[in-house]
Nanobody, 124 residues
Framework: QVQLMESGGGLVQAGGSLRLSCAAS????????MGWFRQAPGKEREFVTA????????YYADDVKGRFTISRDNARNTVYLQMNGLKPEDTAVYYC?????????????????WGQGTQVTVSS
């Protein structure tokens, strides 16, 4: 049984930084993709970033490029999301996702495994 466990959310002032972690238990995703989505109040869930676990290729949504960095530790089956230059519009619940295919996609339907989410709140 796959479990994705996020940690690292919290409250931060605009311009600050946070680091999210997501550890996968159960089957390894070393040949798949792990990443992050987010959902702000009253909005649809949206893609943030993803990484191909074997090669380390990454993909980012336009509005987080240059501010967010995804990385992975295959030995720990864990991905990290370093968020710098946070803005109030980054406030959302952040969800860790995983899929066994090595193709990075940006739609929610493409990810079979989801974490429970961690709240990130950025105050102005």
């Amino acid at each position: 049984q796959v479990q994705l466990m996020e940690s690292g959310g919290g409250l931060v002032q605009a311009g600050g930084s946070l680091r999210l972690s997501c550890a996968a238990s159960g089957p390894t995703f070393s040949r798949g993709v792990m990443g992050w989505f987010r959902q702000a109040p009253g909005k649809e869930r949206e893609f943030v970033t993803a990484i191909r676990m074997s090669e380390g290729n990454t993909y980012y949504a336009d509005d987080v490029k240059g501010r967010f960095t995804i990385s992975r530790d295959n030995a720990r089956n864990t991905v990290y999301l370093q968020m710098n230059g946070l803005k109030p519009e980054d406030t959302a619940v952040y969800y860790c996702v995983a899929r066994e295919s090595r193709v990075i996609i940006t739609i929610t339907a493409g990810y079979k495994y989801w974490g429970q989410g961690t709240q990130v709140t950025v105050s102005s």
